[in-house]
């Protein structure tokens, strides 16, 4: 049972334009989200995170909403960098649990 | 070191060998996770350890699988009997209770030839 799915598993943009990457999740108890970005032969490195009690957080060039009548969050890269391509990891947290729940990743490749 | 540390940082082994991977979290940090990750999938959540309770143990593929983690310490994951589809990344993380952050260890790439 696949609790946190990312639907795509690749998206290339152009540099300078907005990367929109989506999660969906199927627990609605879940109340704490995190994006994670991975570079080849590196370990995941945290990046954003939002609760639910928040639709928006925002931080410099990344910015995550969350829908939570929808059970979707998505990640906003504006503008994007060359630097910004790598796989990228949402993740879930149940309430009083730590355990993170993650979805399969989007590979995200930004072209020159 | 500041990060979490993982060791060896790669490992080939035959086929029905057992091996031992090695996980160093950060100082205070009372979770601590292991997740792998085979070719081409996502994160496969494996065990899950914090402070003095019983780990989450739900995601061990097999009885083949075990971990331990002495306190808040070193945690060590053993496959024994290896066998081809174990060969992944096995990545390990630690968050400190007061956060949810998870910080990620730069993994191990295991090999079953």
């Known amino acids: 049972d696949q609790q946190v799915k990312q639907n795509s598993p690749s998206l290339s943009v152009q540099e300078g334009r907005i990367s929109i990457l989506n999660c969906d999740y199927t627990n609605s108890m879940f109340d704490y989200f995190l994006w994670y970005k991975k570079y080849p032969a590196e370990g995941p490195t945290f990046l954003i995170s939002i609760s639910s009690i928040k639709d928006k957080n925002e931080d410099g060039r990344f910015t995550v909403f969350l829908n939570k009548s929808a059970k979707h969050l998505s990640l906003h890269i504006v503008p994007s960098q060359p630097g910004d391509s790598a796989v990228y990891f949402c993740a879930a947290s149940l309430r009083g649990a730590q355990k993170l729940v993650f979805g399969q990743g989007t590979r995200l490749t930004i072209n020159p | 070191g500041a990060g979490v540390s993982q060791s060896p940082s790669n490992k080939v082994t035959e086929k029905g060998k057992d091996v031992e991977l090695r996980c160093d979290p950060i100082?205070?940090?009372?979770?601590l996770y292991w997740y792998r990750q085979r070719l081409g999938q996502g994160l496969e959540f494996l065990i899950y350890f914090q402070g003095n309770s019983a780990p989450d143990k739900s995601g061990l593929p097999s009885d083949r699988f075990s971990a331990e983690r002495t306190g808040e310490s070193v945690s060590t994951l053993t496959i024994q009997r290896t066998q081809q589809e174990d060969s992944a990344v096995y990545l390990c993380?630690?968050?400190?209770?007061?956060?949810?952050?998870?910080?990620f260890g730069q993994g191990t790439r295991l090999t079953v030839v």
């Open positions: 100082s205070g940090h009372t979770a």
């Open positions: 993380a630690s968050s400190s209770r007061q956060a949810t952050e998870a910080f």
